[in-house]
């Protein structure tokens, strides 16, 4: 028998043994076959094969790079010489491979669709298209070639046409649960409702896709269902535990719903995932937000926001622009406000005030809103307030070059690493100069963001280090407050709002989540010590409800004393808090806006001072208001002042009669004159631009 008989007769055998999926005894026959002759190109491709579907794709390669060597023609092989180089992260080499099998056979389909993903890793954007298209003319209606369009829109930022392109896949394959995820992305910061029910689509045919379950979490939590996320987060991380991004995402719910038994278990692991994160220079598990509501060290909080702003910059950087600034004297400044806050919302319940207040004869006053109409008074008031623009189907992109048209001198981000954010759009650095203020309790960690407003208390000396921002220090406290806020006069009695009457009443009607386990120590035996005394809550939903009750239980306080009260429209909760007696803040994240408007109800607020921003607002707050005798500095002194004052009544009355006083006199609540503070503040950067200097700490002097 001559030899390349006999070879061919051992390359069937291996053969059939890859097809009944056999690959190590398939390699052993083909490589008999090609010890006796090494010429036969088929042995070399189905070697490549075999060693395919064992894993080993180094070796696949090389029999694959002997077969083109013996075959130059063979533009199967090419093609999947390039899909292996892909594996391997080799795009430039992947690449010639592509270009050869369609210049062999141009009419390969896939071929040119793999040129288009190659393309796509090397973010040459209009060549992936060019290919992509040139794919569909062979092989039209391809639902994968329709989605990966649309991730190259995506990529260069042009959101609408992305979304287009996933349309027309999810048209072509109702079953792309790909396509149907990035649907679901593109709708998550605008109508989260919507993104769920795509989410929900694409989890009912990839049942085992943690990244599915991950965003539908995402949604859930976003539209306020906080069991339904939990239960998302916790299939996600069932499904794959090294899904880093979860921890930081279930952590951050169930301390929502104030399940400390679960969160704990969660914490170590979270922690541990961010410590390693941040050597390996890749995004922490916990989100900048998460540490910095829950953990009080200001050097750690600032390196997870670098590395979650390194993120959002590296993410805009294919579709960056030069944006060109003017530097224009004697001309009136342009300020633009962006948020997602533009509503019913605690933020635009603090900034109404300077808005109303601004002086349009320095400043034109631009408002960037990405949220929804909620067709509340605070909408309609910005919107009259403000040169307004609603730019919340806009691409990053696209809002960023409208700020840019726009002329905008100093752009203010309201929002920094809160939820639905936009930070992407500072990132593309659309103004010359750029402030964070008011949403964010933190450094943003960002070079795209120049100066941060803040004050002394918030931000001492030793607390400095920890920003990457120029700090502009107001001269009272940092938060703007708006002095034309309603109480509803007619609400008037406890009984209204089910509350007990005859007992002194103390209160926390801050978010659940920034309830600890060492604050409840601290409000329990205060209670103890009082003991003719309730406390009332903010109730989202029975089970933080039940678990609250039962952590009060838990430390011998009865559920008899434990009060909760639902969220209800600003001038109606203003009067509910009024009527309580002393508000008792939270420790590692205080009251921001809660701590104002208990001051500004005329109830009491005990505080202690903590070891970063956010847990140093009340006290800024507090000292602005000048009622400094209600700042603590140890957990003793804030359990001590709390029970004097509940079991005090002449020491009580004094201290509330003279916040009565001074909430119409001290600075906190003097609206004009924070806002020409502020506009100081403004024209300060500006003359900094101008000037050509970089930018710079600034201490503003009070304009009273």
């Given at each position: 028998?001559?030899?390349?008989?006999?070879?061919?007769?051992?390359?069937?055998?291996?053969?059939?043994?890859?097809?009944?999926?056999?690959?190590?005894q398939?390699?052993?026959?083909?490589?008999?076959?090609?010890?006796?002759?090494?010429?036969?190109?088929?042995?070399?491709?189905?070697?490549?094969?075999?060693?395919?579907?064992?894993?080993?794709?180094?070796?696949?390669?090389?029999?694959?790079?002997?077969?083109?060597k013996?075959?130059?023609?063979?533009?199967?092989?090419?093609?999947?010489?390039?899909?292996?180089y892909?594996?391997?992260?080799?795009?430039?080499?992947?690449?010639?491979?592509?270009?050869?099998?369609?210049?062999i056979?141009?009419?390969?389909?896939?071929?040119?669709?793999n040129?288009?993903?190659?393309?796509?890793?090397?973010?040459?954007?209009?060549?992936?298209?060019?290919?992509?298209?040139?794919?569909?003319?062979?092989?039209p209606?391809?639902?994968?070639v329709?989605n990966?369009?649309?991730v190259?829109?995506?990529?260069?930022?042009?959101?609408?046409?992305?979304?287009?392109?996933?349309?027309?896949?999810?048209?072509?394959?109702?079953?792309n649960?790909?396509?149907l995820q990035?649907?679901?992305?593109?709708y998550?910061?605008?109508?989260?409702?919507?993104?769920?029910?795509?989410?929900?689509?694409?989890?009912?045919?990839?049942?085992?896709?943690?990244?599915?379950?991950?965003?539908?979490?995402?949604c859930?939590?976003?539209?306020g269902?906080?069991?339904?996320?939990?239960?998302?987060?916790?299939?996600?991380?069932?499904?794959?535990?090294?899904?880093?991004?979860?921890?930081?995402?279930?952590?951050?719910q169930l301390?929502?719903?104030?399940?400390?038994?679960?969160?704990?278990?969660?914490e170590?692991?979270?922690?541990?995932l961010?410590?390693?994160?941040?050597?390996?220079?890749?995004?922490?598990?916990?989100?900048?937000?998460?540490?910095?509501?829950?953990?009080?060290?200001?050097k750690?909080n600032?390196?997870i926001a670098?590395a979650?702003?390194?993120?959002?910059?590296?993410?805009?950087a294919?579709?960056?622009?030069?944006?060109?600034?003017k530097?224009?004297?004697n001309?009136?400044?342009?300020?633009?406000?962006?948020?997602?806050?533009?509503?019913?919302?605690?933020?635009?319940?603090?900034l109404?005030?300077?808005?109303?207040?601004h002086?349009?004869k320095?400043?034109?006053?631009?408002?960037y809103?990405?949220?929804?109409?909620?067709?509340?008074?605070y909408?309609?008031?910005?919107?009259?307030?403000?040169?307004?623009?609603?730019?919340?189907?806009?691409?990053?992109?696209?809002?960023?070059?409208?700020?840019?048209?726009?002329?905008?001198?100093i752009?203010?981000d309201?929002?920094?690493?809160?939820?639905?954010?936009?930070?992407?759009?500072?990132a593309l650095?659309?103004a010359?100069?750029?402030?964070?203020?008011?949403?964010?309790p933190?450094?943003?960690?960002?070079?795209?963001?120049?100066?941060?407003?803040?004050?002394?208390i918030?931000?001492?000396?030793?607390?400095?280090?920890?920003?990457?921002e120029?700090?502009i220090?107001?001269?009272?406290?940092?938060?703007?407050?708006?002095?034309?806020?309603?109480?509803?006069e007619?609400?008037?009695?406890?009984k209204?709002?089910?509350?007990?009457?005859?007992?002194?009443?103390?209160?926390?009607?801050?978010?659940?989540?920034k309830?600890?386990?060492?604050?409840?120590?601290?409000w329990?035996?205060?209670?103890?010590?009082?003991?003719?005394?309730a406390?009332?809550?903010?109730?989202?939903?029975?089970?933080?409800i039940?678990?609250?009750?039962r952590?009060?239980?838990?430390?011998?306080?009865?559920?008899?004393?434990i009060f909760?009260?639902?969220?209800?429209?600003k001038?109606?909760?203003?009067?509910?808090?009024?009527?309580?007696?002393?508000?008792?803040?939270?420790?590692?994240?205080?009251?921001?806006?809660?701590?104002?408007?208990?001051?500004?109800?005329?109830?009491p607020?005990?505080?202690?001072?903590?070891?970063?921003?956010?847990?140093?607002?009340?006290?800024?707050l507090?000292?602005?208001?000048?009622?400094r005798?209600?700042?603590?500095?140890?957990?003793?002194?804030?359990?001590?002042?709390?029970?004097?004052?509940?079991?005090?009544?002449?020491?009580?009355?004094?201290?509330r009669?003279?916040l009565a006083?001074?909430?119409?006199?001290?600075?906190?609540?003097?609206?004009?004159?924070?806002?020409?503070?502020?506009?100081?503040?403004?024209?300060?950067?500006?003359?900094?631009?101008?000037?050509?200097?970089?930018?710079?700490?600034?201490?503003?002097?009070?304009?009273?």
């Amino acid at each position: 028998m001559d030899t390349f008989k006999k070879a061919g007769e051992i390359l069937n055998k291996g053969a059939k043994l890859l097809a009944e999926g056999r690959a190590k005894q398939a390699i052993a026959l083909f490589r008999k076959s090609i010890a006796i002759d090494d010429k036969i190109v088929a042995a070399h491709f189905d070697l490549a094969l075999a060693y395919m579907q064992i894993g080993d794709e180094k070796s696949a390669i090389e029999s694959l790079k002997k077969t083109v060597k013996l075959k130059p023609d063979d533009f199967e092989a090419f093609n999947l010489l390039g899909h292996l180089y892909m594996n391997q992260n080799m795009v430039d080499l992947a690449l010639p491979c592509f270009e050869k099998a369609i210049k062999i056979n141009p009419m390969m389909a896939e071929a040119h669709y793999n040129l288009g993903v190659a393309y796509m890793q090397k973010k040459m954007f209009e060549k992936a298209l060019a290919s992509y298209k040139k794919s569909l003319k062979i092989f039209p209606n391809n639902s994968i070639v329709f989605n990966n369009m649309g991730v190259v829109y995506e990529d260069k930022g042009e959101m609408k046409k992305a979304l287009s392109y996933f349309k027309k896949a999810i048209k072509a394959n109702p079953q792309n649960a790909t396509a149907l995820q990035n649907i679901g992305a593109y709708y998550i910061k605008i109508n989260p409702q919507k993104a769920k029910e795509y989410f929900e689509k694409a989890a009912k045919i990839e049942e085992k896709s943690d990244n599915i379950f991950f965003n539908l979490g995402v949604c859930l939590r976003l539209i306020g269902d906080t069991e339904g996320s939990i239960a998302a987060f916790e299939k996600a991380l069932k499904l794959n535990p090294k899904n880093q991004l979860v921890y930081g995402q279930l952590y951050h719910q169930l301390r929502d719903i104030l399940d400390f038994k679960k969160a704990k278990k969660l914490e170590g692991k979270m922690r541990q995932l961010s410590s390693k994160n941040l050597k390996e220079g890749t995004v922490p598990a916990e989100t900048i937000f998460v540490s910095v509501i829950y953990d009080d060290k200001p050097k750690r909080n600032m390196e997870i926001a670098q590395a979650w702003s390194l993120y959002i910059a590296e993410k805009v950087a294919p579709f960056a622009k030069n944006y060109e600034f003017k530097r224009e004297k004697n001309k009136k400044i342009r300020i633009g406000y962006l948020s997602n806050d533009f509503k019913d919302h605690a933020t635009s319940h603090l900034l109404m005030g300077v808005l109303r207040e601004h002086n349009h004869k320095k400043f034109d006053i631009f408002a960037y809103s990405h949220s929804e109409d909620d067709k509340s008074y605070y909408r309609k008031e910005i919107e009259k307030l403000t040169n307004f623009r609603d730019i919340l189907t806009l691409s990053d992109l696209e809002a960023a070059d409208l700020i840019y048209k726009d002329k905008i001198d100093i752009l203010v981000d309201l929002k920094g690493h809160t939820t639905n954010s936009r930070l992407e759009i500072l990132a593309l650095r659309p103004a010359p100069v750029q402030i964070h203020y008011l949403g964010f309790p933190g450094t943003i960690g960002a070079d795209f963001i120049d100066y941060f407003i803040t004050d002394k208390i918030l931000t001492p000396k030793k607390l400095r280090p920890y920003f990457t921002e120029k700090l502009i220090y107001m001269p009272h406290s940092y938060q703007a407050n708006d002095n034309q806020q309603k109480i509803l006069e007619k609400l008037s009695s406890r009984k209204q709002f089910g509350l007990p009457e005859n007992t002194f009443l103390f209160a926390s009607f801050n978010q659940p989540y920034k309830i600890s386990s060492e604050a409840l120590e601290l409000w329990s035996e205060i209670m103890k010590r009082a003991p003719n005394s309730a406390m009332v809550f903010l109730g989202k939903n029975q089970t933080q409800i039940k678990n609250l009750t039962r952590e009060f239980e838990k430390r011998k306080i009865a559920p008899s004393r434990i009060f909760f009260s639902l969220p209800i429209k600003k001038p109606a909760h203003l009067a509910r808090l009024s009527l309580c007696d002393l508000a008792l803040d939270t420790l590692i994240c205080n009251g921001h806006t809660t701590t104002s408007d208990a001051l500004w109800a005329g109830t009491p607020v005990v505080t202690l001072l903590g070891k970063h921003f956010a847990s140093r607002v009340s006290a800024s707050l507090l000292t602005a208001v000048n009622m400094r005798e209600l700042i603590t500095k140890t957990k003793e002194e804030y359990v001590n002042l709390a029970v004097k004052l509940a079991t005090d009544p002449d020491k009580y009355k004094r201290v509330r009669e003279k916040l009565a006083e001074n909430r119409l006199k001290a600075p906190l609540f003097d609206t004009k004159r924070f806002t020409r503070n502020l506009e100081k503040a403004y024209e300060e950067v500006w003359k900094n631009y101008l000037s050509g200097k970089k930018p710079k700490d600034i201490l503003i002097k009070d304009e009273a």
